[in-house]
């Protein structure tokens, strides 16, 4: 089955079920990032058992994904929250409530060391290049790493902004391992 794309042909219910896994997918790599690797569906589903709720492997999922049908269980959400320590209108509340301020730092310290990490690979791995061109490079990756996420001039998304929350984890997870492509002489 193929993923939908959020985009101006996205319903409400499917909006929503997006808005809940980039959420849920945020305080994932937050954890992850806090305790150096990563939450399993077996941490969460016994911490949510000992709150009396309970989360099957494919409910998690598709939470995950944003696929199936939206999930609005209260005691769900507010479980969730509670082992995330957060507040739990930021799973509730939908679109419009706000980052909790401790995933919001932790997320841009992530986003800091994946852009260092890349910046160190392609030092390291273009040693042999000429300075002038080192220099482009730096610069070209300075670009893209910094650049925002929507186009000023044209207010459009920046090309693949637009992915499902499973795609942007994915592509986030694999973007360290993909090589430079070796520059053409």
Not at 56 to 66: N, Q
């Amino acid at each position: 089955m193929t993923e939908q794309r959020p985009d101006d042909t996205t319903t409400p219910d499917e909006h929503a079920r997006y808005a809940l896994a980039s959420k849920l997918n945020l305080l994932l790599d937050a954890v992850a990032a806090e305790r150096g690797h990563p939450l399993t569906y077996r941490e969460v589903a016994a911490a949510l058992e000992a709150r009396g709720v309970s989360l099957s492997r494919a409910r998690w999922s598709y939470m995950l994904s944003g696929s199936g049908y939206l999930v609005t269980d209260e005691p769900l959400l507010r479980g969730l929250a509670a082992y995330f320590e957060i507040n739990a209108d930021y799973l509730l509340g939908g679109v419009d409530v706000a980052e909790p301020e401790r995933i919001a730092a932790v997320n841009e310290l992530i986003a800091a060391m994946r852009a260092a990490r890349v910046r160190t690979f392609a030092a390291r791995t273009l040693g042999q290049v000429s300075p002038p061109t080192l220099r482009a490079i730096t610069e070209i990756l300075n670009q893209v790493i910094d650049r925002p996420a929507i186009d000023k001039k044209t207010d459009e998304p920046a090309p693949g902004d637009n992915l499902t929350p499973r795609e942007q984890a994915a592509a986030e997870r694999n973007r360290d391992l993909q090589p430079l492509a070796a520059p053409q002489k």
